[in-house]
């Protein structure tokens, strides 16, 4: 889940009553350390179980790709005879940069959302029904941009507050990230908390999908 923070002060399962139940006979880590700050250099770390001094993936401008001598997450998978599917909309999880190694089937395309992803999860299943599935989604609903509209539940569960910035044209200029100035946005925040419980009952979709196909 590209994107996610949460706040001390904040409760994220209060937000997330459906993913809180699909893991509470698991374990929750509340002391987590990132690899890197942002997405470039810290997804490899998850595909590939390396730092990213290892797995070489820095720079924004640079081409990157996994070494040959790295084996990677799904080829892991792909020994103990899975199926390996790959469904991501985040462009710094390209498939030039190697996202494609290991996998049987990959669907890479930008703005794909979490609820088509949940189509596409149910219709592999409904096929690959009979095989160990090993199912890899990069979710980047949260990374929510002022260039469209929210999509219609959100809005529902919105104050008319979010509005102002699609009629006010100068906070839609791009702006220097160099002149940027990051301050508490009320607004900004309820859009990430709503679209935060939009996932949240998507995922029970997702849920019953899997529990279909694989019941206990």
């Not at 997330?16 to 006979?25: A, S, T, Y």
């Not at 690899?35 to 990213?52: D, I, K, M, V, Y």
């Not at 890899?136 to 507050?161: C, G, I, R, S, Y």
Request: some cysteine; glycine content about 2%; hydrophobic content about 35%.
């Amino acid at each position: 889940l590209d994107g996610f923070t949460f706040s001390e002060n904040e409760s994220f399962f209060e937000f997330c009553p459906n993913i809180k139940k699909f893991f509470e006979n698991g374990v929750v880590f509340k002391n987590n350390f990132c690899n890197a700050e942002w997405t470039l250099p810290s997804f490899p770390s998850h595909f590939s179980g390396l730092r990213q001094q290892n797995h070489g993936f820095y720079h924004n401008k640079k081409f990157h790709i996994f070494r040959d001598d790295i084996k990677v997450l799904p080829e892991l998978f792909k020994e103990k005879n899975y199926l390996n599917f790959f469904l991501n909309s985040n462009p710094r999880a390209n498939p030039k940069y190697g996202y494609i190694r290991g996998f049987d089937r990959t669907i890479h395309k930008l703005n794909y959302e979490f609820d088509d992803m949940c189509n596409d999860v149910d219709d592999h299943l409904s096929v690959f029904k009979n095989r160990d599935n090993f199912i890899m989604m990069n979710v980047f609903d949260l990374h929510e941009t002022d260039k469209n509209l929210p999509p219609f539940e959100n809005q529902a569960n919105l104050n008319m507050d979010y509005l102002t910035q699609y009629l006010n044209s100068n906070k839609n200029k791009r702006i220097p990230l160099k002149d940027k100035k990051y301050v508490h946005n009320k607004v900004e925040i309820d859009k990430y908390l709503v679209n935060l419980k939009r996932i949240d009952r998507i995922f029970s979709r997702l849920i019953h999908s899997v529990e279909k196909f694989y019941p206990k």
